[in-house]
Nanobody
Framework: QVQLVESGGGLVQAGGSLTLSCAAS????????MGWFRQAPGKEREFVST????????YYADSVKGRFTASRDNAKNTVYLQMNSLKPEDTAVYYC??????????????????WGQGTQVTVSS
């Protein structure tokens, strides 16, 4: 199985940018579709983005489309989430997750088999 560790979270002002990283170990990352999810206090964990094994396909939640960009470097066993034009409503714990069995890039939480511990993103107004 794969182990995932997120980093790059922090406190940023509205309109600012952050780049999250998700480093994988234990298995080669190219075997997995990768997803990003987030969970704000008192809310359900929600889909943010997914990227296919080769990086050729990406999907985004409507709330982040045009502002966030997912990418991956399989040689470095790392996926990234570039977040621009951040808003206070983007404040949440962000998680990366790995899916090994789907032929497409799933957008539902229960399709993912392995999860990182999360990294906090706080956007101040």
């Amino acid at each position: 199985q794969v182990q995932l560790v997120e980093s790059g979270g922090g406190l940023v002002q509205a309109g600012g940018s952050l780049t999250l990283s998700c480093a994988a170990s234990g298995r080669t990352l190219s075997s997995y579709n990768m997803g990003w999810f987030r969970q704000a206090p008192g809310k359900e964990r929600e889909f943010v983005s997914t990227i296919s094994r080769t990086g050729g396909n990406t999907y985004y939640a409507d709330s982040v489309k045009g502002r966030f960009t997912a990418s991956r470097d399989n040689a470095k066993n790392t996926v990234y989430l570039q977040m621009n034009s951040l808003k206070p409503e983007d404040t949440a714990v962000y998680y990366c997750a790995a899916n090994w069995w789907s032929s497409s890039s799933p957008r539902t939480r229960n399709a993912y088999d392995f999860w990182g511990q999360g990294t906090q993103v706080t956007v101040s107004s």
